[in-house]
Structures are given as structure tokens and as C-alpha cells.
């Protein structure tokens, strides 16, 4: 239970500001400790990832110019060169994955990256739920917190890639919205497996039901 945790609520309650809190306090005690602590920041669209770095930024940048690596997986936007400049940042295409890899395994500092899910299989060496099979080895259970914004809106398929990086002793927070639409699906579940088929959100709430709540 301890390494689950589900953060509900509807629009505009700073769900994502929570999160980015969150994941700022877990780099400040990785750079404190000086434990090479790797999170996965991940949703189900970029406009998603992007508002959660956003919140994120200045905290990173509060953290010092070379406290954590900044990775992100074939960003869109131009963002903020000024800034960025300030810190380890760095956008990576699928060709730099490699890389990004073997800097996560120096274990010489912190590291955080942002990815859409779609993202993560090329990350894991995975076939998307699209895509082609790959004869590459798996590269999996590389991050020890892992966090999904607008978690309602991921479902559970799309969602693998980002579980799949989770370590044995990970942390998995999902964030989102239960009374939202769920993802639109074009398999009809069999009656009372729509958790299997709908949004990773609301699997674990099934799965997990007596999940304590905290107001």
C-alpha cells in the first residue's frame, strides 16, 4: 500500500501542483542524501506533461544548476531556453534513448524525465499497443517514483510502458479524476471488468478498494 498512491480530485483543485510538489521534495532529498534517485513524469498528452513541468521548473531550479539530470523524450515545445540553460537539461529523440539509459545507470546524481506514455515503450524497448514488435532487450524497472498526470484519462494498455519502468521497490502516484470520461475503447469489457479495459485510475481503485482515504 505503501508504494501506491492515488491523488483525486476534480478540475482546478492544484492536482498538479501537489504532484510537482511531490516530486520536487523527492529530488531535494535524493540531492540532500546524494542518492541517485530516478522519476518517471508521465501522462497521456503532452499539453499534460508540459503543465506539470511548468509547476515543476522553478522548483528544479531552486535545486542549483547540476543537482539533477532534466530529460525530456522528444519534447514539442521550444520551452524555456533562458532557463533551461540553468540547468542539466537536455530533449532526447528516440536515437539518444541509449544514452539517456547509460546516464541513469552512472548512479552519479539524480535524474528526472518527462515522457507522454506513448514515449515510454521506446524508452522500455517495448512494442506499443500500435506498434511493432522489437527485437531489442527490454530495459525495464528503471525508476524508483513514477507519476502519471491525468491518470483517468491513461488507460490501463497505454499505461504499461509507464509500470513497466517501475522499480520492485518503486513508488507508483497516480493523479486524475475518476467522474471524468474514461478513455474511449473499442473493445466492449465483459459486465464487470470495465476497470480491465477503462482508465489505469480506475483499475487500481477497483483493484484496490480499501485504498485509505485522506481528505
Known amino acids: 500500500r505503501r508504494c501506491l498512491s492515488l491523488i483525486w480530485g476534480p478540475p482546478g483543485t492544484g492536482k498538479t501542483t501537489t504532484g510537482a510538489g511531490l516530486a520536487a521534495a523527492e529530488l531535494w532529498l535524493a540531492v540532500t542524501r546524494q542518492m541517485p534517485q530516478k522519476l518517471l513524469i508521465t501522462g497521456p498528452n503532452y499539453q499534460t506533461v508540459e503543465n506539470f513541468y511548468s509547476d515543476l521548473l522553478p522548483l528544479l531550479l531552486a535545486l542549483g544548476p547540476d543537482a539533477a539530470r532534466v530529460r525530456w ?5 521550444l520551452g524555456e531556453p533562458d532557463l533551461e540553460a540553468l540547468l542539466d537539461y537536455r530533449r ?9 539509459r547509460a ?3 552512472e548512479g552519479d546524481k539524480p535524474t528526472i524525465v518527462f515522457a507522454v506514455t506513448a514515449q515510454l515503450f521506446n524508452l522500455a524497448n517495448l512494442p506499443s499497443p500500435r506498434g511493432k514488435k522489437s527485437a531489442a532487450v527490454p530495459a525495464l524497472e528503471m525508476f524508483d517514483l513514477v507519476m502519471v498526470d491525468e491518470a483517468s484519462q491513461v488507460d490501463v494498455a497505454s499505461a504499461i510502458g509507464a509500470l513497466a519502468e517501475l522499480a520492485p521497490s518503486g513508488r507508483l502516484v497516480l493523479l486524475g479524476d475518476r467522474l471524468q470520461m474514461p478513455p474511449i475503447s473499442k473493445v466492449e469489457s465483459p459486465k464487470g471488468c470495465e476497470h480491465l479495459v477503462g482508465s489505469i485510475l480506475d483499475y487500481f481503485q477497483v483493484r484496490f478498494g480499501e485504498i485509505e482515504a485522506y481528505p
Not at 523524450?73 to 515545445?77: K, S, V, W
Not at 532526447?92 to 539517456?100: A, G, P
Request: glycine share 0%; aromatic share 0%; net charge negative.
Open 92 to 100: 532526447c529523440d528516440r536515437k539518444s534513448l541509449e544514452v539517456l
Open 73 to 77: 523524450i522528444e519534447r514539442r515545445e
Open 103 to 105: 546516464e541513469m545507470e
